[in-house]
């Protein structure tokens, strides 16, 4: 009986101490993640993704390409493109030097890299497909026949 009595005051003794303990070794960490958060809050996987969205859904050419070959359809696609350019502009992810230190300029590489796909045919995710001349003229992207390809479609959308 006796030797119950001192572990159950034990037990109840290291509880407090956890109890006691335990905020005051959590101050610290929360310190730390609350410095953190100011700093960068955005992974360089949807800055990426936030950039190439960005310069897509803000050049009326790629716009237009990319929601002609999105399956996803017109206002889901307009939907998507926008947010992406929201979060970007409002993150200010082009100027955040933390985040560029960390991942790379990618902002730059997306501006880079849009025109040098769309000339090879490809929006996004999307192959596009240049007519020949004269041909579906009167559509709403004029000469150019807008073939989508599901291929990485799904990452994207
Ligand atoms: C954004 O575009 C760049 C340049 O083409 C490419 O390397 C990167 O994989 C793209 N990001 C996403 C999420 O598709
Ligand atoms: C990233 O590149 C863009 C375009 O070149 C530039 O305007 C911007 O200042 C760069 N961002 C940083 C943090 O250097
Ligand atoms: C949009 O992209 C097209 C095709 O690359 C380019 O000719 C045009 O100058 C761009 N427009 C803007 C406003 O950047
Ligand atoms: C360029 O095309 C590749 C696919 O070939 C795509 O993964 C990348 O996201 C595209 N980049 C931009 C900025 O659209």
Redesign the pocket.
């Known amino acids: 009986m006796q030797s119950f009595t001192s572990i159950t005051t034990l037990l109840l003794l290291s509880f407090l101490q956890v109890i006691l303990a335990g905020p005051i070794s959590f101050v610290p960490e929360l310190v730390q993640l609350g410095t953190r958060q100011t700093t960068t809050t955005v992974s360089c996987a949807e800055y990426s993704m936030d950039s190439n969205y960005t310069v897509i859904g803000t050049n009326s050419t790629y716009r237009a390409a990319f929601i002609q070959a999105s399956p996803a359809g017109t206002d889901p696609t307009t939907s998507i493109l926008d947010t992406a350019t929201k979060k970007f502009m409002d993150a200010n992810m082009?100027?955040?030097?933390a985040?560029?230190?960390e991942c790379g300029?990618l902002?730059?590489l997306a501006?880079k890299e849009a025109p040098v796909n769309f000339t090879n045919g490809i929006v996004g995710p999307f192959t596009i497909k240049k007519a020949s001349a004269g041909t579906r003229v009167g559509s709403g992207l004029g000469s150019v026949v807008v073939v989508a390809t599901m291929v990485g479609a799904a990452l994207w959308l």
Request: hydrophobic share 55%.
């Open positions: 082009m100027m955040d030097k985040l560029n230190a300029n902002s730059a501006m």
